[in-house]
């Protein structure tokens, strides 16, 4: 592509298109950064006691295996949408992580794989593994690679205009 070329966006050269392909791209960017910073803050606020006395159960409990389980009377003090954030957090998760994945790969396709590997941090960290330091730092990595790959996304496509 040289400097003076609009990205393609899947190679259409509509103007129309484009332009449609990348709000498209920014909606499906932003409304997964947003899933999955409620899903990280949700595991976060639990188990630090920000939300309720029983939202550390709850969160354990969502890491060890969530889904399957009864909830247990620890869990009754929570809120019922943390509930229902941390009994479809995985889902929540992988879902957001797509839409951030498919907006940068729309934008540059190389871009996409410290988004790909930011996710797959995120859900590692927050359901397959137990250990609450691990998920906090974890998030941090995820997060952060997931925003940047984000950014970065926007960034270059200015630079090569």
């Known amino acids: 592509m040289t400097n003076n070329e609009e990205p393609s966006y899947g190679g259409s050269t509509d103007l129309a298109a484009v332009r449609g392909k990348a ?17 990280s803050l949700s595991m976060v606020a639990a188990p630090l006691g920000l939300i309720a006395a ?10 060890a295996g969530m889904g399957s389980e009864h909830h247990g009377a620890g869990a009754a003090a929570s809120p019922e949408w943390l ?17 951030i994945v498919a907006s940068v790969a729309l934008r540059r396709r190389w871009a996409a794989l410290p988004a790909i590997g930011g996710g797959l941090i995120l859900y590692i960290g927050m359901y397959v593994q137990p250990n ?8 941090v990595v995820g997060t952060a690679l997931l925003i940047l790959a984000y950014a970065a996304s926007f960034c270059l496509q200015e630079r090569s205009r």
């Open 23 to 39: 709000r498209l791209a920014r909606l499906g960017g932003l409304s997964g950064l947003v899933g999955t910073l409620v899903c």
């Open 54 to 63: 029983g939202g550390t159960a709850a969160a354990q409990r969502g890491m």
């Open 83 to 99: 509930d229902v954030l941390l009994r479809w957090g995985p889902e929540i998760l992988v879902v957001s992580v797509l839409l």
């Open 132 to 139: 609450l330091a691990v998920m906090y730092g974890a998030i």
